[in-house]
């Protein structure tokens, strides 16, 4: 490849089939596509040569085109494999064995982020503030990301409950399911940029849950996120606050000790619950978020300045600098 020109590949999942799940869920991995687009206007608006490549059931297609054009840098967008979200780390894997660097988490906390059961372990080593077992209760599965299989009926009030709950995890999305303390209180995103050691936390966002239907969990589930036309969207409007400086600065800890227990790299998201006595609890970290133009990664960049393209374009440079590329075009 030039130097002056670098070549970025973009991998993206092209899911067919769902291996399990509600047939709703397609609407959170048919968006990918969109994105890849998105990313290559800004790959290409830096200068730098790209090509896509959607990643399928087999693998085998992919690693020869890989090892046919050895892209500079691969950015990596693959959320599941084959319809099945569990085996988002593979792409990782596949790109560490053929020695190609890549933009985002590595694939340590690619497998750690999707596995919920694992993440609260290394939280917890790490001094992190999470959920502990009381009632209510929200029950998730263990290992999905974009809140598939999370929703207002998520929350239980008692063991009985939990029981019914986990029953319907593991027969619809074929997976264990992960039972914590529903805390009450404000919900906070916090997307974050750059090293595991150091990242920039970007403007946090909140949750207004103000038109959400009274008596209803406060829950962003996968109807608040996808299904623009329920009710659950639109009573669950993200927003920007002004924080007191001791609370943005309680905030700002809580996340970037998250980000780094984990091992987040380049970009990421931590949601966190505010419990008015009891402070903030990481009730999710997001390895490689949705980088959709109006998804939070991309909502938080913008408040702090930064356009879309700049953000893919600072994304592609630390992979790049990672692999001792030069990226000026």
């Known amino acids: 490849m030039s130097e002056s020109a670098p070549l970025v590949g973009i991998l993206y999942n092209d899911d067919q089939t769902l291996v399990a799940g509600e ?7 048919e968006g990918v596509d969109a994105v890849a687009a998105t990313v290559a206007d800004a790959v290409r608006a830096a200068g730098w040569s790209e090509w896509r490549l959607a990643v399928g059931r087999d693998l085998q297609p992919v690693i020869d085109r890989l090892r ?3 892209p500079d840098v691969v950015f990596n967008l693959v959320e599941s494999i084959g319809g099945q979200p569990r085996l988002e780390a593979a792409m990782a894997w596949v790109l560490e064995w053929l020695e190609l660097p890549y933009t985002g988490s590595p694939l340590e906390a690619m497998s750690a982020g999707l596995d919920k059961a694992h993440a609260k372990a290394l939280l917890q080593a790490a001094g992190v503030p999470v959920p502990g077992v009381a009632y209510p209760a929200i029950v998730k599965p263990r ?7 999370i929703s207002p009926d998520s929350v239980v ?7 019914v709950r986990i029953a319907y995890v593991r027969a619809r999305y074929l997976q264990d399911a992960v039972v914590e303390e529903f805390i009450e209180g404000r919900e906070f995103n916090l997307s974050l940029l750059g090293t595991t050691d150091k990242p920039l936390l970007l403007p946090p966002s909140e949750i207004d849950f103000s038109e959400f239907a009274p008596g209803r969990p406060r829950v962003v589930g996968f109807e608040a996120k996808w299904s623009e036309d329920s009710p659950e969207y639109r009573g669950t409007a ?3 606050p002004d924080l007191p400086p001791e609370l943005l600065e309680t905030l700002r800890g809580v996340a970037t000790a998250a980000y780094s227990a984990i091992g987040l790299r380049d ?3 931590v949601d966190l619950r505010l419990h008015a006595q009891r402070g903030p609890f990481v009730v999710d970290v997001n390895p490689n978020p949705d980088l959709s133009t109006d998804a ?4 938080a960049a913008a408040q702090a300045g930064r356009s879309y393209a700049e953000l893919v374009q600072q994304i592609v440079r630390m992979a790049l600098a990672r692999a001792g590329v030069a990226s000026a075009a």
């Open 157 to 163: 009030p008692d063991a009985n409950a939990a029981a």
């Open 267 to 269: 970009y990421g998201r």
């Open 23 to 29: 047939e709703r869920d397609r609407l959170a991995v």
């Open 296 to 299: 939070g990664v991309a909502r």
């Open 68 to 70: 046919e054009q050895r």
């Open 143 to 149: 290992c999905q990301d974009a809140s598939h299989g």
């Open 238 to 240: 993200p927003f920007f």
